[in-house]
C-alpha cells in the first residue's frame, strides 16, 4: 500500500510540473503524461458524447409524445364531430319519413321527442320520453312513429312523459278495419298485435289496413296501426278477433311524436 502511495505521489508531482513548467526541458515527460492519460481522455470524450446524445434524444422523445397527444387530442374532436353528424342525420331521415303523414294530415301538431327511458322489466311496456305538460303533453295522445301508431301518453310531467306501448297487454286503442269497416279494441301482448270485439258480421279481408276510429279519447281518426294478418277468433265465439301486423320495429324506437 505504501509502494502506491510513493508512485501516486510521483505521478502528481510529475504532472504539476509539467503543466507548470514553461520550457521545453520537459516534453518528453509531457508527451509521457499525454500518452498515458489519452485512453481516459478519449474514455471520458466518449461518455460525455453518450450522455449528452441521450438527453437529446428524450428531449426529442418528449416533444415526440406531446406532439402525439396533440394528435390523439384533434382525432378525438373529429370522430366526435363525426357522431354528431351522424345522429343528425339519421334525426333528418326520420323528420323526413315523417312528412308525409304530417302532409296529410295538416290539422295535426306533431310535437318531436326523444325516448330517454325504457320500462326495466323483460317486456317492453312503457317508454319516457322529453315531453311533458311544459309542452303540450296530455294523457291519452297518440305517439307515432313514421305515421303508425307505436303508443299512448300513459301519465305526463312537467318535462317527461311516460307512454304506453300498443304492445302492451293493457294497451286497449278503439280501431276499425278500412275495408270491411268492421271496429274493434286493438290489444297488445305476448302473442303479437291483435283486434278483438270485431263483429261477427264483419268480412274481415287479409292485407287491409287497420286506422284509429277516433272513439272514446284523444286519438283523432286515421292514425296507422297496421294491416290485417289473419283472423285467429274461434267458432262460437260471439265476436271475432284478428291478427295485425304493423312494419314499426318499437324495440328499436329512438325518436318519436306526439299528436297535438
Known sequence: MRKYRIIIVIITLLIIGVLIYPSGSLKPAKNVLYVFTKPFTIAGSFTIDKVTLFFRDLAHLGSLANENQ???????????????????????????????????????????????????????????????????????????????????????????????LITDYNSLVPVVLQDSRGTGLLRGGLSGLTVEDIPLNVDIKSGEQVVTSGLGGEIPFGVLVGKVNEVVSKKGEIFQKANINSPIQIYFLEFVFVVQ
Open 70 to 164: 396533440k394528435l390523439i387530442k384533434e382525432n378525438l374532436e373529429l370522430q366526435s364531430q363525426m357522431s354528431l353528424l351522424k345522429e343528425a342525420q339519421h334525426e333528418n331521415e326520420i323528420l323526413k319519413k315523417e312528412i308525409g303523414f304530417y302532409n296529410t294530415r295538416k290539422d295535426l301538431k306533431l310535437l318531436p321527442a326523444n325516448i330517454i327511458g325504457r320500462s326495466i322489466s323483460g317486456y317492453l311496456r312503457t317508454i319516457i320520453i322529453d315531453r311533458g305538460t311544459n309542452d303540450g303533453v296530455k294523457t291519452g295522445q297518440a305517439v307515432v312513429s313514421d305515421g303508425y301508431l307505436v303508443g299512448t301518453v300513459q301519465e305526463s310531467l312537467s318535462n317527461s312523459s311516460e307512454v304506453i
